[in-house]
């Protein structure tokens, strides 16, 4: 099941109360104070894991914590410190603060471990507080308290590639034909409810990761439709390939600037990442005038020969490049991969 979001209460473990006591032994004089210190609580640690790759382990929890440290006894004897609590959780993943929607910590790297509570400090036996005044203290420190926290952890996935669609425009058929992942695909709309992240193979020595994010509607930004569950995934991509069915009722100018207004208003910052166009269905396509026609719109010249700027002088403004495929047929899906290769690698520098 994939989870991406899960929110519940997390505590670090109370410091132990340090001992007091005093030396009882047969024989032994004036034994004085022997009380030992508390345990400290347990830590929360938080670490990214490469194998998980959803927030299942979280759903329906409502608060995890930490050991408490043992208290401290006799004979100077420690309390043992509290097992510490590890989160582990897939990268990309954001913590918030529940109450504030503060972004407390960013993981995303493979292997990151990051300290996010602390465990309470245990308190000091009887033992430290003897002197030549007080040679028999009957009071030791009790344990500080645990860190107490309401968060909310968002998945957002990392990929490099990130196609953005409406519903039902090839992008499953896509993922699956130049990746290893294999989503659900039908000939109706919304077929892809959870996003697929798929290992594109370009040659022996270059790749990418490219993520199928269920379709936009217009209004997503909004909340309509799958809405922004799932165009929050597309943040971290480092490049967005606007799939265009030349199939569709639509026309390709609304199509496409649709998609780009409902990018920007879910974020602005997003809106100016690099991004290409895919003309999908080119082989149900028998008007190859609307191709021509739509590059002329974007201000690209009117040309029937695949659009594609020189990487040197690429202009943010402007797509990388405008290419017309077909998943069924296979054409031109090759040039994608090698294509969106480049745009990775140039968006990379």
Do not use: W
């Not at 109370?14 to 009380?35: M, N, Q, Y």
């Not at 030791?140 to 968060?151: C, D, H, R, S």
Request: hydrophobic share 35%.
């Amino acid at each position: 099941m994939f989870i991406d979001s899960a929110s519940f209460r997390v505590s670090s473990g109370h410091g132990g109360a340090g001992a007091v006591s005093f030396r009882r032994e047969k024989h032994v004089i004036l034994g004085g104070p022997d009380g030992g210190d508390g345990g400290d609580g347990g830590d929360v640690y938080f670490v990214v894991d490469n194998n998980s790759h959803t927030l299942a382990a979280y759903k329906g929890k409502r608060s995890l914590s930490a050991k408490n440290g043992e208290a401290g006894m006799g004979s100077r004897m420690n309390g043992k410190k509290g097992e510490s609590l590890t989160l582990i959780v897939p990268p990309g993943t954001a913590v918030y603060d529940a109450d504030t929607n503060e972004l407390l910590c960013d993981l995303t790297k493979q292997g990151q471990k990051v300290l996010f509570l602390k465990g309470g400090k245990g308190g000091l036996g009887n033992v430290h507080f003897k002197s030549s005044t007080n040679q028999a203290p009957e009071y030791a420190q009790k344990g500080t308290p645990e860190e107490v926290k309401n968060i909310r952890l968002e998945l957002k996935l990392i990929a490099d590639v990130g196609l953005v669609g409406f519903p039902n425009v090839g992008k499953s058929t896509l993922i699956s034909t130049v990746s290893n992942a294999k989503p659900q695909i039908a000939n109706y709309e919304f077929t892809t409810l959870t996003p697929k992240l798929g290992q594109v193979v370009v040659d022996d020595y270059n790749g990418f990761v490219m993520a199928d994010i269920p379709g936009i509607i217009e209004g997503a930004s909004d909340g309509r439709g799958l809405g922004l569950k799932f165009l929050k995934h597309i943040e971290r991509t480092k490049v967005l390939l606007y799939m265009i069915d030349l199939a569709n009722y639509r026309d390709l100018s609304e199509q496409f600037s649709t998609l780009k207004e409902e990018v920007a208003k879910f974020s602005p910052q997003l809106a100016t990442r690099a991004y290409a166009i895919a003309l999908t269905r080119l082989d149900a396509c028998d008007d190859e005038s609307k191709i021509s026609d739509f590059i002329a719109e974007l201000g690209l010249g009117n040309n029937l020969q695949n659009f594609k700027q020189d990487i040197y002088e690429y202009d943010d403004q402007k797509p990388f490049f405008v290419l017309p495929i077909s998943s069924a047929t296979n054409k031109n899906i090759n040039e994608l991969k090698f294509n969106l290769l480049k745009l990775v690698q140039k968006d990379s520098k």
